[in-house]
């Protein structure tokens, strides 16, 4: 079983930065490609990014330019830089662990899902 909590989101104005974070516990995921979704109320769960174990990023078009998907295996962590935040970056951000089969844009190939965080851009 692996535990993932995310943390690091808040309320903050457009143009800002945020770092989330997400970190594991229970067995190490170090060998496992990690994802970041987001879901904005009444919407669908959303890819966000997704890093593998040696840390080859890919990213959302939507979002490409201001995220940036990073892990430090050592900790079991893994990280979610979002620059020049926008309104519509509000939504419940949360990492989970890709099962290592199956496109890991799809959200229903992973396994393990954090609570997930907050976050809140106003303009």
């Known amino acids: 079983q692996v535990q993932l909590v995310e943390s690091g989101g808040g309320l903050v104005q457009a143009g800002e930065p945020l770092r989330l974070v997400c970190a594991a516990s229970g067995r190490t995921v170090t060998n496992y490609r990690m994802g970041w979704f987001r879901q904005a109320p009444g919407k669908e769960r959303k890819f966000v990014a997704a890093i593998t174990w040696s840390g080859n990023a890919d990213l959302a078009d939507a979002v490409k330019g201001r995220f940036t998907i990073s892990r430090d295996n050592a900790e079991n962590t893994v990280y979610l830089q979002i620059n020049s935040l926008k309104p519509e970056d509000t939504a419940v951000y949360y990492c989970?662990?890709?099962?290592?089969?199956?496109?890991?844009?799809?959200?229903?190939?992973?396994?393990?899902w954090g609570q997930g965080t907050q976050v809140t851009v106003s303009s």
């Open positions: 989970a662990v890709h099962r290592g089969s199956g496109s890991y844009y799809n959200a229903a190939n992973y396994d393990y």
